[in-house]
Every structure is written in C-alpha cells, then in structure tokens.
C-alpha cells in the first residue's frame, strides 16, 4: 500500500509555478532521493509534502488520509521535517535539541527516554548529548538536527539536503543511518545534490526539472545519458561496484 | 546542559530577602521590629507592605513578558513595549483623561488602561492575522506602538495646564509611590491569568528554538497558539501598566541576566525571568527612593537610567567571554 500519494500538484511562484503537474506515489521501507539542478523544486516538494506550502491544485495523502483532514498533531505522529538550513535560536545542549522533537507526541517519560537513548547512539552523539550547540561543529549540529528529527519514529521523513554540512564519513554514516531506517518501514525522502551517494544509497530516485517531475524510478535508471543531458547539461561516465560509485562528469 | 549553579541560587535569594527587608525598612519613619507601634503597623501594612508587594510583582509580570517575548519573536532584543500593548494602555488611560469622561480617582481608569491594552494586541492580532511570520507581528507592534506614543505626546502636548500634564505623564513613566492594596488588587488577575496562559502554550516558547518552519511540522496549532501567548503578554504588561505605568527595560533585561548566568534552555529563561524581574525592579525602586529628594523620582525613569548602562556591561561581560 503506497505511504505517500501526490496528484496532480500545482504550486505557485512568484514568478513561475514552483511545482506543476506532479504526480507521485511512494511506498514504505524506501529511500527515495530528490534530485535535480538548483531551482528544479527539490525544497518545494518537501515543504508541500509537509505542508508548508499550500497546493493551488492537487492533494497530497499519507496513508490514503488526505492531508488537509489530518490535526497538526496527528501529522507531526506520521512525518517529520528536517529543513535544508536550521539555526537553532537558543544554546541548549543537543539532548534538549532532541527532546524538541517529542513535545507533541503522547509518550510515557520512559518510552521517551528510551527513545532519545536509541537516537543518541544511531546518530553517534553519545559524547556530544549533554554539550551546548555553540560548542560544536556544524556537521555535529547537523547529526543532532537529524536526531531531532528522527526521535519521533515518523512513517514518513523529509530531510532537505541532510548531508550538505557532513565531512565524508559522517555523510555516508548519516546515508546508512537512513537506510537503516527506511530498511525498517519507514518512507525516508531526502533532497540530495550529491549524485553518486543518491545512486549508492537510494532506493529510488525522483528527477525533477523546472518544476516538473522528469522521472521516478531504479538509480540506473533515472541517471540516464538523456535526464542528465537535459536536467543537469552534463554527460558522465559511471564506475559502479560493490562497495560503491563514482562517477566522472564533464560539461556537454 | 548549563543549570544553574546552586551557588548562584543560594545568592540570589539572599540578595532577595536582604533588598526586600531594606525596602520595607526605607522611609522617613524607622520601624522597630520587635516592637511595632500602631503607627508603625500601620504604615508597614498599609504602605510599605502593599508597595513590596506592587514591586515584586510588576517585576514578575515585566520580566515574564519579556522573556515570553524574546522566546515567541525569537528575538534577544524583544522587550514588552514592543508589541504596543503598554502604549495603547497608557495612551487611552490619558485620552479618557484628557477628554474628561473620568477624573484622575475614577476606580474605571484601570480598566480603561487594560482594555486600551488589549484593543492595542486586538490590532496587532489583525494586522498580523493567520500569519506564521513572527516578522509581521514585530511590524505591527512597531507601528501601533509609535502610533500610540504620537498620540500620547499630542494629548500631554495640549495638556490644559500643567499639572494636568505632570499627572498624565507619570503614566508614561512609572511610579511606584502612592500606591496601594487595589493597585495590587489589579494586578494580581492579570498576573495568574498570565501565568496559566503561558503554562498551557509553554511548549511552543521551548519548540521555537527552532524556526518557525520547522514549529509549523511539530504538531503545535501555530497561530491560535502564539495568539495565546501574545494574550498572556498583554494581560501581564497591561495589569503592570494599570497598576504602575509603563516601566521599562526590567522585561528587556531579565531574561539576559537568566541566560548570563548560565541558563539557556527557553523553559528555564521563561520561568527565571519572573524573580530575575522581580529582583531588579526591586533593586530599581530602592535606588529611586534613595536618590529621590521630597518628591520621588519615577522609578521608569531610574530602570532606564540603571538598566541601559548595566545591560551593556553584562553584554560586554558575554562577549569578553566568548573571545576568550
């Protein structure tokens, strides 16, 4: 049964419809990458999803619920959003970051605990939990950003560029991590410039160009010749293997 | 997690029960504390206790408003006559004067300043209508707080005479003295009515940590949520308002002295900032009573002339720290 369904979506622009004609339906236990040029609509897609924009035309359902029928609470049960640029206002230390993310959910202290306990250590914070935000790095900001944004278990989760502020290593340890949780039921949609992590780790991939969704399907099968000639105006050579893939772009 | 030291704790209250006895002991009349007379019970219970009292808790309310402030706009800089609320007491409070519908003892004139108040965030509510932006909200405060201010400065500009003009202005710029049990009475309502606002929106203040965008996915009810609290704001700020004009910079400084002394966490500032408000208006009225000759200083007057200095001195204390 699809966990994500979006029919016909149009959004407005200032200038140019930010989305336009977008269908799409996404399944639990996927991790499904946004791809496109800067401009394509990556950002709009999950803020629609969330319900930060507002469609001219179109719906969109989580779990055949329309979403304009759920409760703020009930959709903050099912989904979580992680925007693209976060800057927390106040110094608080990470665990208290993290406990933002379960304010709304109705969860006895030990279910909470435990929870923030299993977040801590997937996101690798266990040292950094009790230290202020301003004492850590920006990719550790990140990583608890994440945490925030995973505590709650949600079905569905959006992360806007989750890996944009990540050395190598914790951008492939934030990549399994969200494999991991897509591997346990969980729809995880992620924006992504990086186009080799999206083909090594994503399940699916969805192209979109001006606003338009160009294609939806396998890695191989989106990063065509043609998509990335006509969205990204370049041609690339691909080395897949096992233990990863590189790619070696060049200008048209 | 900073908390803050039990050292600190143990200090300020100290510091608490020694400036409040001194300020029950201020006056021109010494109090024996063994052995009071009915004299002397009598101005302890009828004046010194009732304005301890008017002190503690204008600087509750003061300092809860401003921290509610600076946690909703996310906003360090925020501060209770941002929102126009104490402008719009003020200035209807004198223009009911001015245009002589009540005299200076009319038991209505504060539930003039508090309805002036709230029409004041009723505007700011519909300015800033269905809007997540906090940025409108500021805007709207702005312009109904300066609109008020202009109208303010128009009335006692064309003040018939000027004692009219000095009894009007003392509502523009805070006092203390002369100051009763009713005055308390008016304030304590808006006081718990403020309190039991914030308790029930109080996890927004702590989820607007992050922004707004990401609130909005929390699960909060966004706007009748952060109308709520505006609500609290008012109430607290028009009952200090009603019961001793407007009083600067103590919700401005509040929450800063709570988060310099360690504390970060929105919960903690929020619920810091009423003794921490308390404490410094405390520290405001002794000084005015000090300093003042026959006729006492307003104690607005004294909070800015203390307050401004001693904020920067803190700021620059923070960022001494942070270089080093």
Redesign the interface.
Known sequence: MALLELCDIRVEGLSAPRLQSINLTLHSGQLVGVIGANGAGKSSLLKTIAGLLTPATGHVAIDQQPMQQMSARQKAEVMAYLPQREQPQWDVSVIELIKIGLLQHRLSRSEQQLRIDQVVTECDLVDLSARALSTLSGGEQQRALLARALVGQPKLLLCDEPTSALDINHQLHTMQLLQQRSGQGQLVLCCLHDLPLAARFCDQLVLLNEGKLIDVGAPAKVLSDANLAQVFGIKAQWFCEDSGVAWLPQPL | ??RLPDSRWLMLAFSFILLSVWHLSQGPVTLQVTELSQLQKTILLDIRLPRWLLVIGNGMALGLAGATLQ?LL?NPLAEPGLIGVSSMSALTTVAVLYFGMLGMSSFLLPLVALAGGLLGLLVILLLAWRQHDVYRVILAGVAVSSLAAALMGLILYLAPNPFAFQEWSLWTLGTLANRSWSHLLLLLPCLVLGVALLASAR?LL??????E??V???????VSQRNMILLAVAVLVAGSVVSAGIIGFIGLLAPHCIRLLGE???QR?LWLSAPAGALLLLSMDIITRVISGPRELPVGIVAALVGAPLLIALLMRQYRQQVI
Request: proline content about 4%; cysteine-free; glycine content about 4%.
């Open positions: 997690m900073t946690l996310r996890h702590t989820a607007l940590t992050l922004s965008q990401t909005a996915t929390l699960g909060f009810k966004l970060q966490h929105p500032v």
